[in-house]
């Protein structure tokens, strides 16, 4: 169930793009976003739902394609405090709420 | 609006003993969910509680256990500790059929020696 994440790390300077993507074999009710620094707890970036929509957050959006069970993170412009490991989870639905499973996460790291 | 908040920050225990961890919801938020993540890897799920009740479970043996209280905190319990436990558990408040994002703890990192 575990989402797959790729690349599993990159590296940038100030002012590059990066894209990430996540990947599942089953079928997705939603797609979280979360970045976590060294050390912190992971923060909520966007959700997306179902319906092939695409999000911005400043210079942070995501797509989510429900047919092929696969998001995508995109980052522009990336800023040093874009550093950190971000992950992306997988919503499936249990009986009063929904099972956020993560995948194994991807390391991004901007240098100046 | 407050965030979650855990206790403790860090704890160290012995092989074979029992703890219990520590989680107070998001005001506004009332399901939780508890996470463990090893050093360099994605969080993986234990359990979620809502309405006081477990409501679904990860690949978790039987001696990781939890409790949600009236005003929607939560407690982890894990008996019988082995060295793999070492982690650090996570726990998130959300709110049922909002559509919205977890509201991660700074986490409790347990040490087992």
């Known amino acids: 169930q575990q989402p797959v994440q790729s690349p599993q790390a990159v590296i940038l300077r100030e002012g590059e793009d990066a894209v990430i993507n996540c990947s599942s074999s089953k079928a997705l009710y939603s797609v979280h976003w979360y970045r976590q620094k060294h050390g912190e707890a992971p923060v909520f970036l966007m959700i997306?739902?179902?319906?092939?929509e695409q999000k911005g957050h400043d210079k942070i959006s995501a797509s989510f394609n429900e047919k092929k069970q696969q998001s995508s993170l995109y980052l522009t412009a990336s800023q040093l405090s874009y550093s950190g490991t971000y992950f992306c989870?997988?919503?499936?639905?249990?009986?009063?709420?929904?099972?956020?499973?993560f995948g194994a996460g991807t390391i991004l790291r901007v240098k100046s | 609006e407050t965030g979650v908040t855990q206790s403790p920050t860090h704890l160290i225990k012995t092989r074979g003993q029992q703890v219990t961890l520590r989680c107070s919801s998001q005001s506004g938020h009332n399901t939780v969910s508890w996470y463990q993540q090893a050093l360099g890897q994605g969080p993986q799920f234990i359990f979620q509680y809502y309405r006081e009740e477990e409501n679904g479970r990860g690949n978790f043996p039987p001696r990781f256990s939890g409790l949600q209280f009236p005003n929607y905190s939560s407690e982890l319990n894990v008996n019988a500790l082995e060295l793999d436990d070492s982690a650090l558990y996570l726990c998130a408040s959300s709110r049922t059929g909002t559509g919205g994002g977890y509201t991660f703890g700074s986490g409790t990192r347990l040490t087992v020696v």
């Open positions: 989870g997988t919503e499936f639905w249990m009986e009063y709420g929904n099972k956020l499973v």
């Open positions: 997306l739902l179902k319906g092939g």
